[in-house]
């Protein structure tokens, strides 16, 4: 754990989440952004606080990564959606969809690295905002590990 990392409390067993960094991406609207990664997302960097760089020190261009990101516009107090917001489709349990509006808004992003600077990596496809908060990097496991 990193030093200044908060632990989960654990008289309540309450998760702490913190950012390990943050996304610097084109994309400033999240009306305008493509639905999924793969239906327009851009390039963008993710950029890593200075006290998380060690962590990345093994990744590298060509790697597929699941990005993990708190959705920090997203409305918390929803339940249902129209997915994809067609409101002619049947309202549906968010659980159910990929709606960013929900209960613990967090990304899950299927990304492939490009490039590996120090303190940051370039993605393609990625659809989340300029300055969304990264919570985690991992690997995609493949048949061979």
């Known amino acids: 754990m990193a030093p200044d990392a908060t ?3 654990s008289t309540t067993g309450r998760p702490a989440l913190v950012a390990v960094g ?7 609207d999240t009306d305008a952004a493509p639905k999924q990664g793969d239906e327009g997302g851009p390039q963008a960097w993710v950029v890593l606080d200075d006290r998380y760089r060690e962590a990345a020190r093994d990744l590298a261009a060509g790697s597929e990564v699941l990005l993990l990101t708190w959705l920090h516009r997203a409305d918390r107090a929803t339940l249902v959606v129209h997915p994809r917001d067609d409101p002619e489709a049947p309202l549906r ?13 967090i ?3 299927r990304v492939t690295i490009t490039a590996v600077e120090p303190g940051r990596f370039r993605v ?6 300029d300055g969304t908060p990264v919570l985690d990097v991992k690997p995609v496991l493949t048949g061979e590990r």
């Not at 393609?124 to 905002?129: P, S």
Request: no cysteine; hydrophobic share 30%.
């Open 22 to 28: 943050h996304v610097s991406s084109p994309l400033t």
């Open 124 to 129: 393609r496809d990625l659809e989340a905002v």
């Open 7 to 9: 632990p989960p409390d």
């Open 107 to 109: 990304g899950v992003h």
């Open 93 to 105: 349990g968010v659980f159910a969809t990929r709606s960013a509006d929900r209960p613990n808004p």
